[in-house]
């Protein structure tokens, strides 16, 4: 079975520049997350998409941070204009449905913003 | 809310015993246990749906005091393979919030 799919894998932008980042998730599941992990903490959830609805954006700094899921199944996350803060691994995860459901997490994309 | 987890580092030999706790100020539907090791992506271990519910893995296993909104990893005859950085994740309105993480060290 093909895991969660990101890319890139590392990404060193300067302030102020853009940048996206992509996201295949598990075949068939109808849960999308986006997590930001900054180095040393545990995760914490910018959105949560389910089929290519809006579930909980709540922690996602809208002024900056954009994210979308067309046609439910790739989603892709951009920061525009990014700050120093936003350096950090950012994490995709999916999974079948939604609450106490086993997440599946991609292998990253590590941002550096210089 | 986070949920709060202890101790944030244990530092074991092989063979020993550890026990993180993970607590939350909200009640609790479901709390979720993963293991991250340096670079890279968390791994699922268990999700406990009940309270008082203990589950196992191994030589892992946990414990959901749903009462005192209280979970505990145990990890029995630590092995090498254990060490990395545990995360519960507390699930109370549909989201999964994590900890901060407890950093696991085995040594030989």
């Known amino acids: 079975e093909a895991g969660v799919a990101q890319s890139p894998r590392y990404k060193i932008i300067e302030k102020r520049q853009s940048v996206a980042f992509w996201c295949n998730p598990i075949s068939g599941h109808a849960t999308l997350y986006w997590y930001q992990q900054i180095l040393g903490q545990g995760p914490k959830l910018l959105i949560q998409f389910q089929n290519n609805g809006v579930v909980d954006d709540s922690q996602l700094p809208k002024d900056r941070f954009s994210a979308e899921r067309l046609k439910g199944v790739d989603s892709t996350l951009k920061i525009q204009p990014a700050k120093l803060e936003d350096s950090a691994v950012y994490l995709c995860?999916?999974?079948f449905g939604t609450g106490a459901e086993k997440l599946f997490f991609g292998s990253g994309t590590q941002l550096s913003v210089l | 809310q986070q949920p709060v987890q202890s101790p944030q580092a244990v530092i074991l030999r092989e063979g020993e015993d550890a026990v993180i706790n993970c607590s939350s100020s909200?009640?609790?539907?479901?709390v979720h246990w993963y293991r991250q090791k340096h670079g890279e992506a968390p791994v699922f271990l268990m999700i406990?749906?009940?309270?008082?519910e203990q589950k196992g893995h191994d030589k892992i296993s946990a414990s959901f005091n749903e009462k005192k909104q209280q979970s505990s990893l145990y990890l029995t005859a630590s092995q090498l393979s254990y060490s990395g950085t545990y995360f519960c994740g507390t699930e109370a309105t549909g989201k999964l919030i994590f900890g901060q993480g407890t950093t696991l060290q085995v040594k030989p």
């Open positions: 909200k009640a609790l539907y479901s």
């Open positions: 995860a999916s999974s």
């Open positions: 406990l749906l009940k309270g008082g």
